[in-house]
């Protein structure tokens, strides 16, 4: 099994940047695919992006193309999540989340089995 756990969000204003981080133990982290969601109060809670166990193939929800970049860094047991541009409507609590290795689709969040205890990102306009 692997542990994660986030850190860096915080709060800040529109057109800021943050960068959030996914720490990773426990288990062999390049044999799992990563990813991030986010919830907002009220919402479900949504894909943001994901990146398959080598790096080699990520994806990206519409609302955060072109803005945000996933990560990672296998030697060092860990994920990102660069955030630029950052809108209002970006304000959630931001989860880590990784499975096994698998060809399923990065944003089908029931497929993943690991989750870390979120952390919150506001942008205040």
């Known amino acids: 099994q692997v542990q994660l756990v986030e850190s860096g969000g915080g709060s800040v204003q529109a057109g800021g940047s943050l960068r959030l981080s996914c720490g990773a133990s426990?288990?062999?982290?390049?044999?799992?695919?990563v990813a991030w969601f986010r919830q907002a109060p009220g919402k479900q809670r949504e894909f943001v992006a994901s990146?398959?166990?080598?790096?080699?193939?990520?994806s990206y929800g519409e609302s955060v193309k072109a803005r945000f970049t996933i990560s990672r860094d296998n030697a060092k047991n860990t994920a990102a999540l660069q955030m630029n541009s950052l809108k209002p409507e970006d304000t959630a609590v931001y989860y880590c989340a990784a499975r096994y290795l698998t060809n399923v689709s990065g944003d089908l969040i029931s497929s993943y089995d690991y989750w870390g205890q979120g952390t919150q990102v506001t942008v205040s306009s």
């Open positions: 990146m398959n166990w080598s790096g080699g193939s990520y």
């Open positions: 426990g288990s062999i982290f390049s044999y799992y695919d």
